[in-house]
């Protein structure tokens, strides 16, 4: 059984920074791509920052510049770093990650629980 586990959400005035970690654990054979997603209140799930085993980044195009996204491949973890944050930026942040479970299986999608972000004006 696979956990993705997110820590480091709060409350934050805007200008602030967080940091978002999430580790993923089990049976874990290989981790491929890892990211963050945020859901607001009456908002679709949508993609913040994404990583690859390799190192390779993408990022939304509202959080460029703001936003860092990274990963200890060893420790099976991804962050985000989050500074200049805005009222905006509310939301919860998901953990997202492709992973194997056994050389034998293919790779599938996981999710974690969530954590929330509030950003105050």
């Known amino acids: 059984q696979v956990q993705l586990v997110e820590s480091g959400g709060g409350l934050v005035q805007a200008g602030g920074s967080l940091r978002l970690s999430c580790v993923a654990s089990?049976?874990?054979?290989?981790?491929?791509?890892m990211g963050w997603y945020h859901q607001a209140p009456g908002k679709q799930r949508e993609l913040v920052a994404r990583?690859?085993?390799?190192?390779?980044?993408n990022y939304a195009d509202s959080v460029k510049g703001r936003f860092t996204i990274s990963r200890d491949n060893a420790k099976n973890t991804v962050y985000l770093q989050m500074n200049s944050l805005k009222p905006e930026d509310t939301a919860v942040y998901y953990c997202n990650a492709d992973l194997q479970t056994s050389i034998l299986r293919g790779t599938f999608n996981y999710w974690g629980q969530g954590t929330q972000v509030t950003v105050s004006s």
């Open positions: 089990g049976s874990i054979f290989s981790i491929s791509a």
């Open positions: 990583i690859t085993s390799s190192g390779t980044t």
